[in-house]
């Protein structure tokens, strides 16, 4: 997930009002990882991640999808994946609905 994050951040950082509402999201993705023995760290993590995912598209639209978009979706697909198997969070459909979602707004020719 840090390569999903971290490519929503260069993409907030074309826009100074994206790069605002995007740091206190990843302050919360920084300050609790989920090995985090906190209360509400995977929960606060979780919806970091999120909002993080969220903005990073929008900053992704604005910027009219650059090539390193691609790295996003890629990077996104396999976290998620990741999540679902090996983590065994039940994340299949929301996998694929979130997928559609972002791809929609760029579909991307994954053989170049």
Not at 21 to 33: A, E, I, Q, R, S
Not at 55 to 76: E, N, V
Not at 100 to 111: F, M, N, V
């Amino acid at each position: 997930m840090d390569t999903v994050v971290g490519l929503a951040f260069t993409a907030t950082l074309a826009d100074q009002d994206f790069l605002a509402l995007f740091k206190p999201y990843l302050d919360d993705f920084l300050n609790y990882p989920p090995s985090s023995n906190e209360p509400k760290a995977h929960e606060k993590w979780g919806i970091a991640v999120a909002d993080m995912i969220s903005l990073g598209s929008d900053a992704f639209r604005m910027l009219k999808h650059p090539g390193y978009y691609r790295y996003f979706l890629k990077a996104l697909q396999i976290s998620l994946r990741y999540l679902w198997i090996e983590l065994n969070i039940p994340l299949s459909h929301q996998m694929e609905t979130l997928m559609k979602l972002i791809e929609a707004d760029a579909p991307l020719d994954w053989s170049e």
